[in-house]
């Protein structure tokens, strides 16, 4: 079956530290992965995506993840955390179905950061 | 170039009423899918609409059914709502599927 796991419900971290959520994935082919933030009350905002290629990719406000297909992952990495990233962090997989393509989310990290 | 975008916002109604959402899709996207967000949870596929017809359903019953228009906007109808239908409702637009872009959400209440 297809899912997407988030094995940390709530982060904590200090302002300045380095933060790194994990997403694990299964999924039979080649996955177009995603992960998203969403702050109290709003939608979903993209920071980053793997469709191919470089398994090292770039996001914005800093964030960086990357797929390792033999770990079945894509962990969202971010040097120094500012306050501002205190938010939900929501890691997807695009899985195509019968001819549908869907996202499938995992059931998000909720990062607290401490001044 | 303009987003997806949802009406309305936020929307309160009565256990048992039918409520409308709509979505206008970003341009020259022709695919549309809905997915709901119940509070701390990820967003659940309800379904996708492709060429004015439903192309593929996740796990919610019959009386979640929806539209799509000539000019792909959609709209998702909800009958004999119940509690648990409150639920943040994200409309994403695409073509063929493979990124899709979300808009910001209708958030609906039932009481």
């Known amino acids: 079956a297809q899912s997407v796991t988030q094995p940390d419900i709530h982060i904590t971290v200090s302002e300045g530290a380095s933060l790194e959520l994990r997403c694990n994935y299964s999924y039979g082919a080649t996955p177009y992965l995603f992960w998203y933030v969403q702050s109290p009350g709003q939608g979903l905002q993209l920071l980053l995506k793997y469709f191919s290629g470089d398994t090292l990719v770039q996001g914005i406000k800093g964030f960086e993840a990357e797929f390792k297909r033999s770990q079945s992952s894509f962990n969202l990495r971010k040097p120094s955390v500012h306050w501002s990233d205190a938010a939900e962090y929501f890691c997807?997989?695009?899985?195509?179905?019968?001819?549908?393509?869907?996202?499938?989310f995992g059931t998000g990290t909720r990062l607290k950061v401490l001044a | 170039e303009t987003g997806v975008t949802q009406s309305p916002t936020h929307l309160i109604k009565t256990r048992g009423q039918q409520v409308t959402l709509r979505c206008s899709s970003q341009?020259?996207?022709?695919?549309v899918s809905w997915y709901q967000q119940a509070l701390g949870q990820g967003p659940q596929f309800i379904f996708q609409?492709?060429?004015?017809?439903?192309?593929g359903r996740g796990n919610f019953p019959p009386r979640f059914s929806g539209l799509q228009f000539p000019n792909y906007s959609s709209e998702l109808n909800v009958n004999a709502l119940e509690l648990d239908d409150s639920a943040l409702y994200l409309c994403?637009?695409?073509?063929?599927?493979?990124?899709?872009?979300f808009g910001p959400g209708t958030r609906l209440t039932v009481l």
């Open positions: 994403a637009s695409s073509f063929h599927g493979h990124e899709q872009f």
């Open positions: 609409y492709y060429r004015e017809e439903e192309n």
């Open positions: 997807a997989v695009g899985a195509r179905n019968s001819g549908t393509y869907k996202y499938i």
């Open positions: 341009s020259g996207h022709n695919t």
